[in-house]
């Protein structure tokens, strides 16, 4: 594999049962310490290529190598280490599970995959996030923007190749989204990480290194 390239996509085509095809032959690369930008109207399949470059789905045709893994051939506890040991995820609705505190929320992918240390490196990663005093929170306590914060430090608890988001700024302010933007710029240039990231605002593709526009399942 390429360790500079953790996300290639070969000549990919997704068919939804009932016959939609949201890929038609999509290739991409995205290479680590930058931020891709998928962009294109709702619809379009940016939603759909993300779930295959966060290993949630997989091609009708065609190739996804994750971290050097091709994700159609892996078994189901492969796949589970593949995401919990090398991808990232931050949603648009934050996702935090709403009974932990923001540090236990952070802590949960690393007593997943095994780790040693998890709360000091939780705390490590809220304090990276600029919420350190909000670690005893719960997800209710925090607004959108910190809820959104939580999750990119648990996105980055593990020091994950791949971080995936989708719309990570769709339900935000201009303000907060800014500081998710800034946060996500840093996961690439700070952590190496290969950002993936589908949005409609053009805020956020400014900070990309590649802005990929799609139509109709096709990259344009
Ligand atoms: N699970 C599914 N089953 C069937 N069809 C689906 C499924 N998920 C998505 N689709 C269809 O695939 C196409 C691409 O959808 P996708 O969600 O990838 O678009 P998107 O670019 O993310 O849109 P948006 O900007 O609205 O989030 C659409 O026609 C959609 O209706
Ligand atoms: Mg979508």
């Not at 000549?11 to 939609?20: H, I």
């Amino acid at each position: 594999m390429n360790p500079l390239t953790p996300v290639s996509i070969r000549n990919v085509t997704k068919v939804y049962p009932g016959g939609v095809e949201a890929l038609r032959g999509v290739s991409l690369d995205c290479p680590s310490g930058h931020v891709t930008a998928l962009l294109g109207r709702s619809g379009c399949g940016k939603t759909t290529l993300l779930n295959l470059c966060g290993a949630m789905d997989f091609p009708t045709s065609g190739e996804v190598t994750l971290a050097g893994q091709v994700t159609s051939n892996l078994d189901d506890a492969r796949l589970t280490h593949l995401r919990r040991h090398k991808i990232g995820f931050v949603f648009q609705f934050f996702q935090l599970l709403p009974a932990l505190t923001a540090l236990e929320n952070v802590e949960l992918p690393l007593l997943l995959s095994g780790a040693k240390n998890t709360e000091a490196t939780a705390m490590e990663r809220l304090r990276w996030v600029g919420l350190e005093e909000k670690a005893r929170a719960l997800p209710y306590q925090l607004s959108g923007g910190q809820m959104q914060r939580v999750a990119i430090a648990r996105a980055l608890a593990h020091d994950p190749a791949i971080v995936v988001a989708d719309e990570p700024t769709g339900n935000l302010d201009t303000a907060s989204g800014d500081t998710i933007l800034k946060l996500l710029r840093r996961a690439a240039d700070e952590f190496g990480a290969a950002v993936v990231m589908a949005t409609h605002s053009a805020e956020a593709a400014a900070i990309a290194d590649a802005r990929v526009r799609m139509r109709d399942g096709e990259i344009e």
